[in-house]
């Protein structure tokens, strides 16, 4: 199998500035004008990124690889010794992107990355499935929402609590918890808390190395593409690959890898997927500006006096995960509501959801988690990776999705990126 090289970035762009003005990219699900895929015909995936969670998702079932891309070589060979032959290896994601037979793009590379490819690929006309979280910064979110729409995609985040499998510590699915909420039984206003004493674990290992001594970049890894937008910075194996996330240049540390894994169920749970938290208030150390450390507690609350409460000391060890005025949830799906398994038994069952990828791209069905509830639930994460780096309260408009009265933080939504490369 031939790998094919990444193209010199002058060389590329120039190239790519001729052939924008006579070729346009019309991919196969759009042949027809109708963007229907019929049912007997095979959906194809390229994934970008196969060093760990990318290699995971080789095989699964519902379409069939044709690609793979890593900036790292022998990430590269590993993939396509266990794809199999069939499948074509590039070093420059933009190559397999152009790709005209290949229906979704899976992207699975680190954070920073994101919402540059995930829009590169809605402009070619291909679906997308994304790794969480679904984009670094408030601003990379908004143009992805903006990006899927206006290119009629189907996008899915990977994170899957809203809609199937149990959910961490509550010994039950989301769909259960949501029924309950749902009920009106635990009353309103509801705060949520996120701890280990209630099922979670926010990884604090995920923390980045201050005092670093560089070292030499080792030949199979491409460490100036890796980097892409974000900004020079030394080469320290602890920046990149399986420790990328303890560094504010690509991901948020045990927030960021976690963060939409417990705080996208809660999402729906409260009803809130078209709407964030308002006040956002952090307890938490000093933050080196490079490298990603722990906090205490983080509290969002929303127009209505819900609240989200990420307790990372693990400081209220009774806390229920769910509290209202009427009634709790505790861990393990039990409750202080009398006769409650027997309500619970008697509730019907939230709207259904399209839970199948594969078919909500055959039939061009929103996914369960789309972009948009997606980048609301990701906004969540970020409103806290700001106050973080911040180490101080914030007030947000969520209709606007600036904060209010406040240009540091507004920095902070849309950052400046690393050229050539720009949204």
């Known amino acids: 199998m031939t790998t094919r090289k990444r193209t010199d970035r002058r060389t590329f762009i120039k190239s790519a500035v001729a052939a924008a003005a006579s070729i346009t990219i019309v991919p196969r699900t759009v042949l027809g004008g109708t963007g229907f895929t019929a049912p007997s015909d095979e959906l194809t995936k390229g994934i970008i990124g196969v060093g760990g969670m990318g290699s995971g998702h080789i095989d699964y079932e519902g379409s069939r690889l044709l690609a793979v891309c890593d900036v790292d070589s022998l990430h590269l060979a590993a993939a396509l010794e266990k794809a199999g032959p069939g499948v074509d290896a590039y070093n420059d994601f933009r190559e397999l992107i152009a790709r005209p037979d290949i229906d979704i793009i899976h992207i699975a590379t680190p954070p920073h990355w994101h919402g540059l490819m995930t829009i590169a690929a809605a402009e070619a006309g291909k679906d997308i499935w ?59 206003p509801l705060k949520v808390t996120v701890s280990n004493s209630t099922g979670f674990d926010w990884k604090f290992y995920w923390s980045g190395m201050i005092h670093q001594v560089p070292e030499p970049v080792p030949p ?62 952090i307890d938490a150390p000093q933050q080196h500006p490079d490298a990603v450390g722990s906090w205490r507690r983080i509290t969002y609350r929303y127009a209505d006096g819900c609240e989200i409460i990420l307790d990372g000391e693990d400081r209220d060890k009774d806390a229920a995960y769910i509290e209202g005025p009427d009634g709790k ?5 039990t409750s202080d509501i009398p006769g409650f398994e027997q ?63 406040d240009p540091e ?3 902070l939504i849309d950052q400046p990126m690393r050229a050539p490369w720009h949204l």
Not at 329 to 333: A, I, Y
Request: with cysteine; proline share 6%; net charge positive.
């Open 130 to 188: 994304c790794e969480k979280p679904m984009t670094r910064t408030i601003g990379e979110g908004k143009k992805v929402v903006e990006a899927v729409r206006r290119n009629g995609r189907i996008f899915r985040l990977n994170t899957w609590f809203r809609f199937r499998s149990g959910f961490y510590g509550m010994n039950t699915t989301v769909k259960e918890i949501r029924k309950v909420v749902e009920s009106g039984m635990l009353g309103w």
């Open 220 to 281: 199979e890894l491409d460490y100036d593409f890796w980097l892409g937008p974000a900004p020079i910075k030394p080469y320290h194996p602890h920046r990149v690959h399986s420790s990328f996330r303890g560094y504010f240049d690509y991901d948020g540390g045990g927030l960021g890898d976690m963060g939409q894994h417990y705080i996208d169920p809660i999402q729906y749970l409260l009803d809130k997927d078209d709407t964030s938290p308002v006040e956002i208030e």
């Open 329 to 333: 949830l505790f861990k393990g799906f």
């Open 343 to 405: 309500k619970v038994a008697q509730l019907p069952d939230p709207e259904p959801q399209v839970t199948d990828f594969h078919e909500a791209v055959r039939y061009r069905q929103p996914f369960a988690l789309n972009e948009r509830n997606g980048h609301r639930s990701c906004t969540i994460v970020n409103l806290g990776v700001v106050a973080l780096q911040l180490r101080r309260s914030l007030r947000f408009d969520p209709v606007t999705q600036q904060f209010i009265d």
């Open 409 to 411: 933080a507004d920095r």
